[in-house]
């Protein structure tokens, strides 16, 4: 099936700065999702969606990507025997997906996005 790279992500301290950033960059579409995160829409042949929007504890924020695996707790599981850590425990997404987080061992934040079946 492979695990492919399906979302990506920019949050920090202006949600609205960010966006405007991005969008008027790139000619990205927003598309409001929920207060303070937008969903960025590219375009483009092969290309892929995010979101851009503020972090929800108002720290610093991070850019990051989602990869589609079946289950995120095995995936955590096996993350975590290779020396990463848990960030986010397995959640459901408002009217979206069920996500998790995690750090890989030097500490950079990746998500993980459970794959349709």
């Known amino acids: 099936m492979g695990n492919p790279v399906v979302h990506f992500e920019v949050v920090g301290r202006d949600a609205q700065a960010l966006q405007n950033f991005y969008k008027n960059a790139f000619d990205w579409q927003m598309e409001t999702a929920i207060p303070n995160y937008t969903i960025a829409r590219p375009g483009g042949e092969g290309g892929i969606?995010?979101?851009?929007?503020?972090?929800?504890?108002?720290?610093?924020?991070?850019v990051t990507f989602y990869v589609a695996v079946p289950d995120l707790e095995a995936t955590l599981s096996k993350i975590e025997g290779l020396g990463g850590s848990t960030v986010m425990e397995p959640s459901d997404v408002p009217e979206g997906p069920r996500i998790a987080m995690f750090a890989d061992p030097e500490g950079h934040l990746v998500g993980l996005v459970k794959a349709d079946s």
Do not use: K, L
Request: no cysteine.
């Open 49 to 62: 969606n995010g979101g851009i929007g503020a972090t929800m504890d108002g720290g610093a924020g991070h």
